[in-house]
């Protein structure tokens, strides 16, 4: 009897201990006249431009980011650029969001910045622009980050660039979050991507997850888009959440694959990216075609699903023989053989990667299915990939978060 109510003791103990710690992660985090949340983004030139954003307590008056080239003494001397201020209302308060872009900057140069009124500053911060075309570089893609708390998503994430240093930027493929319209859980995001997120830029996709209310009804995804300033050329109505944007010689696709979600807001959605991504693919020279998107075209999930999206950008990808289509949403890693309309073709094939998990969730149900050359559950531990591009040769190598190798693989031009 006593061993028994020691062990309910010792149950309810670790409860209360874990209980609170999922309190703590996700408690409010005040907004202040303290900047937070500091992200780099891409709006413009990954050469000659960056662009960063921020988070206030509520204030009209917009903040300023002062920067200079790392090889001389900052801040004296450093030039100041105004940012845009946005007034946001969240379930956890009203604050402002804060962005700027910086412009003419030198190609391959390091910078250092800091963020503030213009009287008081932030701690101080560094980026580093994309060089010139011909060189290699190297980046990070995480799947869904959604969580009950975001420590999976902080070590994940800190680990993968711990160990890779030299990367320039990171992809995360959509789910950052587990209900979009909390902002708690952007609190706990951001705050779990502090000292990566603030270094090198991330490229974000929107996932389902994103459009969720506090309710479980559905939005457009306002806290992604407000905070996470992406390249303003998607089709009307989908700007922020559909994009391109070139990186040395690829050429990356964003796409928002949340037809079910978004389609009370934007009712012909499909319609739009397809003729966008017509456009996009047609206009570019790039010797590699990237495309993100959250639901894979080819899923691992029990019940077919989603064929509305590959109806709709399959014909598209076969066309333009893009290379690579990286994914999420199903939690699991997946590459699937040379894929041209369907079938093996292992000269014009795209490689349909989904890139498993670097939050806490996962789907023990997902399965192997016949497109796959590669699948693995990681059910165990989260996980990581990384892109190497030099010339015609793409490298991905796919992590564990404790470093285990789990798959590599490359593509030649
Ligand atoms: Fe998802």
Redesign the pocket.
């Known amino acids: 009897m006593q061993s028994f109510q020691r062990s309910s003791k010792l149950i309810f103990a670790a409860f209360v201990l874990v209980g609170s710690l999922i309190a703590f992660l996700l408690s409010p985090t005040q907004a202040s006249a303290d900047p937070d949340h500091v992200t780099l983004t891409w709006t413009g030139d990954v050469r000659t431009t960056q662009t960063v954003t921020w988070r206030t307590g509520f204030t009209i008056k917009p903040g300023r980011v002062e920067y200079r080239e790392a090889n001389s003494l900052f801040p004296q001397g450093g030039d100041q650029m105004t940012a845009e201020v946005q007034g946001l209302a969240t379930n956890v308060g009203n604050m402002s969001i804060h962005s700027v872009t910086l412009t003419g900057l030198k190609p391959g140069t390091r910078y250092l910045y800091r963020v503030g009124d213009g009287t008081s500053w932030s701690e101080q911060y560094q980026f580093t622009t994309a060089a010139d075309y011909g060189q290699s570089f190297k980046f990070l893609v995480f799947g869904?980050s959604q969580s009950i708390n975001y420590l999976a998503w902080r070590t994940t994430l800190h680990t993968a660039y711990m160990a890779n240093q030299d990367v320039a930027f990171f992809i995360n493929v959509?789910?950052l979050v587990d209900v979009g319209q909390d902002y708690k859980e952007w609190n706990a995001w951001l705050g779990a991507s502090k000292g990566v997120i603030d270094t090198i830029p991330v490229v974000p996709v929107v996932?389902?997850?994103e459009t969720y209310t506090p309710n479980r009804t559905y939005s457009m995804p306002k806290f992604f888009t407000v905070q996470l300033k992406v390249p303003n050329n998607g089709p009307e109505g989908l700007t922020g959440q559909v994009y391109s944007f070139d990186y040395g010689n690829i050429h990356f696709s964003v796409l928002d694959s949340q037809a079910g979600e978004e389609r009370g807001f934007v009712p012909d959605m499909l319609e739009l990216q397809k003729a966008w991504l017509e456009k996009d693919l047609k206009a570019t020279d790039k010797m590699w075609k990237v495309i993100l998107i959250?639901?894979p075209l080819y899923h691992n999930r029990p019940k077919d699903s989603d064929g509305d999206l590959r109806e709709a950008f399959l014909p598209l990808i076969d066309k333009y023989q893009v290379d690579v289509v990286f994914s999420?949403?199903d939690h699991v890693y997946g590459r699937s053989y040379p894929l041209r309309g369907g079938v093996i073709d292992k000269l014009n094939g795209t490689i349909y990667v989904t890139a498993g998990r670097s939050g806490t969730k996962t789907y023990q149900r997902a399965m192997a299915k016949d497109h796959n050359e590669v699948f693995y559950n990681p059910v165990d531990e989260s996980n990581y990939l990384t892109v190497e591009v030099s010339g015609s040769t793409m490298t991905v190598k796919v992590f564990q978060r404790s470093g285990f190798l789990l798959d590599e693989w490359s593509l030649e031009k």
């Open positions: 869904d959509g789910d996932g389902n997850h959250h639901r999420g949403h």
